[in-house]
């Protein structure tokens, strides 16, 4: 079983925009917070953005203001605008779900999609 798909990745240029999409099952969708992580090439995995508590959203210094998160509850769904991109953004993006209180307490902490793969050059 699939808990987490993700797809929109691909090559573009700097200035470019590409969203990214994360198809979550209903289970997961529904008692867990969604969100976006990162690994550039040789680097470690950083937040991009997430939903919090209270449905508010949490965004890295680095993308505020370019990427936005936004999620369709009907299609189980969550999206990531990127807009002006850099090469610094190059990367591969991971969609994300934590646990949340209305989860059962055996149920993993989080899950993790296999990524998609961004790429920003000229």
């Known amino acids: 079983q699939v808990q987490l798909v993700e797809s929109g990745g691909g090559l573009v240029q700097p200035g470019g925009s590409l969203t990214l999409s994360c198809a979550a099952s209903?289970?997961?969708?529904?008692?867990?917070?969604m969100g976006w992580y990162r690994q550039p090439p040789g680097k470690q995995r950083e937040l991009v953005a997430t939903?919090?508590?209270?449905?508010?959203?949490n965004y890295a210094d680095s993308v505020k203001g370019r990427f936005t998160i936004s999620r369709d509850n009907a299609k189980n769904t969550v999206y990531l605008q990127m807009n002006s991109l850099k090469s610094e953004d190059t990367a591969v993006y991971y969609c994300?779900?934590?646990?949340?209180?209305?989860?059962?307490?055996?149920?993993?902490?989080?899950?993790w999609g296999h990524g998609t793969q961004v790429t920003v050059s000229s």
């Open positions: 994300t779900a934590r646990r949340t209180v209305r989860a059962l307490t055996t149920d993993p902490l989080a899950y």
């Open positions: 209903e289970s997961i969708f529904s008692l867990y917070a």
């Open positions: 939903f919090t508590s209270g449905s508010s959203t």
